[in-house]
């Protein structure tokens, strides 16, 4: 039981490029998120998805963009990565409901150039 | 919209002192509160949440923490920290389906 999978774990990219992260969860969870976590700031909401085939804005969304493939997948796309968006980016995902437990990925650490 | 405020963002505290970590939010409807606690090199972890009952909330590796409605508050305790309590402490509000963290507070604790 993998829990939830975030790749690539590590990205290196220069100014204008393009990727995108993927996350993958296998706890049959409803919700799905996307953080980034940057020091003295805590984690910042980028987006969410509160069940298949809906996606919300969060707190920081400007540069982003994302897709709920299905119910076990939820990608960040950043479509021209800046250096602001350097960070670590964590993927979570928790049962419908707002009492429910957030698991975490592993994150993934982007540098941008 | 929904915010979530950590007085502190480091504290130094020696073995065995007691631990209190503020936090206070901003929610206009029914709350529920979470504290997460990150490891050196780790993801975060649930240490305990509220969402109804009693305000006062017991979780894992003896930590607790109280709700407050009046004050707006859930401040995490612990009576006796050790040295493997040395983390980052995550604050949160769910609001909307939505769930918001603080800005965290760093812990050290000394042998």
């Not at chain 1, 928790?94 to 957030?102: I, P, S």
């Not at chain 2, 709700?67 to 401040?75: A, C, D, G, P, T």
Request: aromatic share 12%; hydrophobic share 35%; proline share 4%.
């Amino acid at each position: 039981n993998a829990g939830v999978t975030q790749t690539p774990k590590f990205q290196v990219l220069k100014t204008g490029q393009s990727m995108t992260l993927q996350c993958a969860q296998d706890m049959n969870h409803n919700s799905m998120y996307w953080y980034r976590q940057d020091p003295g700031m805590g984690l910042r909401l980028i987006y969410y998805s509160a069940s298949e085939g809906t996606t919300d804005k969060g707190e920081v969304p400007n540069g982003y963009n994302v897709s709920r493939l299905n119910k076990r997948e939820f990608s960040l796309r950043l479509e021209s990565a800046a250096p602001s968006q350097t960070s670590v980016y964590f993927c979570a995902s928790r049962t419908q409901g707002r009492t429910g437990e957030l698991f975490f990925g592993e994150g993934s650490r982007l540098t941008v150039l | 919209a929904q915010s979530v405020s950590q007085h502190n963002h480091h504290v130094i505290l020696s073995e065995a002192a007691s631990l209190e970590l503020g936090c206070n939010y901003s929610y206009g409807g029914t709350v529920n509160l979470f504290w997460y606690v990150q490891y050196p090199g780790q993801h975060l972890q649930l240490l305990l949440k509220y969402f109804s009952g009693d305000p006062l909330v017991k979780g894992i590796k003896g930590f607790e923490a109280e709700f407050i409605k009046s004050k707006f508050s859930f401040n995490l305790r612990k009576p006796s920290v050790q040295w493997s309590d040395t983390a980052e402490y995550f604050c949160a509000v769910d609001g909307y389906n939505k769930l918001i963290f603080g800005a965290g507070t760093r812990l050290a604790v000394h042998p």
